[in-house]
């Protein structure tokens, strides 16, 4: 491992020091809406510094510096949340419209700014104001329009701050999907089913609610929930079948990486804090990294584009990051319905009216539709069933005030002590989060963060009948999670995994759907063994490409012989192997596809009843190799001979996918021969095949699987689908030290430098650095824009 990081520490630090020495390019901009002059420096990676009089003014050119960069990303962004996207399109939108209305905040806007941060209102509405005043200038022909734009013949819309906190349904709530998709494979298949697709943490059998028939579950339920929350598509909207409730068992292979070390085992003496959240890879990035700058205000990090501030990053006093916590924030409802009345709902023995919401969808070029929206006391009601008189809703912390997606990151932004970040968290809402911190005093520190429903008799891994016996009982109080301030040991990491200390009160249920340990474990083993750990040795780590998962299988193989040349040469590789998913790796090759496509589904087709296992898209290996590993029962009397059976035709299955893919020489054989990155844009289908061709970013090769710390989680095609969108390492002290890379690049716009020059840092570890002091920006400016109120 040293060697490892020695080699990716040269190639970190010989970015970080190479700066352009170019006069910059000088600009004066008019704009409508700004108080006072200000400045934005654009450096040579794409980072926009904003210097502002004012709070208002900085959080305003925000704004107007995002839309500057991300207009159509945003303003689409904006539509599907607001259920507007037919307004722009066309009339097949409605029905994704309709789903997405059901999830808006509905209620009291006085109490949903007070939850966050004084100020915070403010800083929305100057926010809004400066996209505002960019698409003003859009409009006008002064600013140019983003080719999206005509390739859909629509315009960009005018925001209120209220749109930004009302759209839910981006926040990464858990697990009405998973109740369902539960339910109906307990249905076919029975609990063995379940225990064989997914793994629970800690381990747990699922409890079928009293007066629950799993076998009821309707396949289409969770549809508007899946258009509600979904992407845009404009090559059509999903066919019900896509919508269906199959099942999959690697917890979506969206999550995070995060640690911060003491100042005690850093070269420095003083804190590194790292973070890379892993989403779904896109063309423009998902998140936008900035930095705002005015008296009372200094930021600088990443952030989801169309909402103020940064959700991780530091503010010169301290540094603060985030991962996924899997707290289990949501519920199916299932209601039996009056014979006859499709709107009322039986509750603790009386019938219930539905609370019925009416609205009016806005057509492009035709009469706007009209629309109902129906809710219960538990939430909106996403399917209803005529012919069997039940119907189904989701309650969701979304319906509270204060549950806007990464808002509450506005109580972080001026905090610069533990305490300080502690009452943060104490505001979060969603996404449930693993929250860390390091200051300048050296304090480091972890909590879990997030509204925790009580559910005080059932475990919440299933639906439940909305009947009244099933109630949350409030939510635990914030300081009931879980927490850590300066730890022996001298650091902290989380990576989605179930970190609830062993002695945490047993009374606090908090989810069972975590991750696989394999990053967490993979982060310990570095972290453990090192000491004077430097910003460039942090940032190789996010490059490490070690699969635990893969050495567990390789475990398995003991013995085991091959029955051909092929088998014995792949079984030779493996043993051989240490475990590094290099994209020039054949064994990473064999053993990667192995566990994404092949070792699950194998599994599943010994242990799982022949009518359940179509509902199974993707059989958790974390869960089948627990199986193995422990001898479950589920494997039948014989476990050591199912075991052995279900590895050598899994094995099979694996070289003939490969033979496929790649040929039979298996010496030319490697993982990214078949594991590969390829982003297109929203819009791809709507363009000409040059013009597609040219804003396609790869497909090229990449290391890391789904459980590698340098995440590149597969699909079902073992194309990388999802990793970290953004990396950054934060030297707590010497701020300009700190490192970053936004994967593909900062800018949305093709004809920009900066739309794709991040992909080959991120595919080969090389760095940015995230300048901070005004000197240091001045020094790698490579363009400067002066700001002027307009007149």
Known sequence: MAKRLRAFTVIAMALSTTVSHAQPVSETWDVRGLKAPAEIIVDRWGLAHIYAASTQDAYFLQGYNVARDRLWQIDLWRKRGLGLLSESFSEAYVEQDRAARLFLYRGNMAHEWKRYAPGARGSYEAFVSGINAYVDEVRAGRKPMPREFALTDSAPAHWRAEDVVRIRSHALVLNAQSEVQRARLICKGGMEAARAVQRLYPDHTPQVPEGLDPCVIDGEVMRDYVLGTGPVSFEGLPKPAETASAVSGDGGMEGSNNWVIA??????????????????????????????????????????????????????????????????????????????????????????????????????????????????????????????????????????????????????????????????????????????????????????????????????????????????????????????????????????????????????????????????????????????????????????????????????????????????????????????????????????????????????????????????????????????????????????????????????????????????????????????????????????????????????????????????????DLQALHGPSVRIVMDVGDWDKSLFMNMPGQSADPASPHYRDFLSGWLEGRFAPMTYTRPAVEKAAARVIALKPAR
């Open 263 to 716: 100042g005690t085992r850093t070269a420095t003496g003083r804190p590194i804090l790292a973070n890379d959240p892993h989403r779904a890879l896109t063309v423009p990035s998902l998140r936008y990294v900035v930095h705002i700058e005015a008296p009372g205000l200094s930021l600088i990090g990443a952030g989801e584009p169309g909402v103020p501030g940064v959700s991780f990053g530091h503010n010169g006093k301290g540094a603060f990051g985030l991962t996924i916590f899997s707290t289990d924030q949501e519920d199916v409802y299932l209601y039996d319905l009056q014979p006859g009345r499709s709107d009322t709902y039986r509750y603790r023995g009386r019938w219930e009216k539905m609370r019925i919401v009416r609205e009016m969808i806005p057509v492009k070029g035709g009469k706007a539709v009209a629309v109902e929206l129906p809710f219960t006391r538990h939430g909106p009601v996403i399917h209803r069933n005529a012919a069997d008189n039940r119907a189904y809703a989701i309650r969701s912390v979304w319906s509270q005030p204060g549950t806007s997606a990464y808002a509450a990151a506005s109580w972080l932004a001026g905090a610069s002590s533990w305490e300080d970040f502690r009452k943060a968290a104490d505001h979060w809402g969603t996404p449930p989060l693993n929250l860390i911190w390091a200051d300048e005093g050296g304090t480091i520190g972890w909590t879990a963060a997030g509204l925790t429903p009580v559910r005080p008799n059932w475990d919440g891994l299933l639906p439940v009948p909305g009947d009244g016996r099933f109630e949350w009982n409030g939510f635990l109080a914030p300081r009931r999670l879980p927490s850590v301030m300066n730890p022996a040991q001298g650091w902290i990491a989380t990576a989605n995994e179930r970190n609830v200390p062993k002695d945490h009160p047993a009374d606090v249920q908090i989810g069972f759907e975590f991750a696989d340990r394999s990053r967490y474990d993979r982060l310990a083993q570095i972290l453990s063994g090192a000491e004077r750990v430097s910003v460039a040795d942090a940032a190789a780590m996010q490059m490490d490409t070690r699969d635990l998962s893969a050495l567990r299988l390789v475990a398995l193989l003991g013995g085991m012989k091959g029955w051909d040349a092929d088998s014995e040469t792949a079984l030779r590789l493996m043993r051989e192997w240490d475990g590094d998913a290099r994209a020039d790796s054949a064994a990473a090759a064999i053993a990667s596809t192995w566990l994404a496509s092949h070792l699950g589904r194998t599994l599943v087709s010994h242990v799982v009843r022949p009518e359940a296992q179509a509902l199974v898209t993707r059989a958790s290996a974390d869960a089948a190799l627990h199986a193995f590993e422990a001898g479950d029962p589920l494997l039948g009397p014989d476990a050591a001979a199912t075991t052995q059976a279900v590895l050598k035709e899994g094995l099979a299955a694996t070289l003939d996918d490969l033979r496929t893919r790649l040929g039979p020489d298996m010496a030319r054989w490697t993982w990214g021969g078949v594991h590969q990155i390829e982003l297109k844009p929203s819009t791809a289908a709507l363009e000409g095949v040059d013009a597609r061709a040219s804003l396609t970013v790869g497909p090229l090769p990449v290391g890391g699987t789904g459980t590698t710390v340098a995440l590149a989680a597969p699909g079902k």
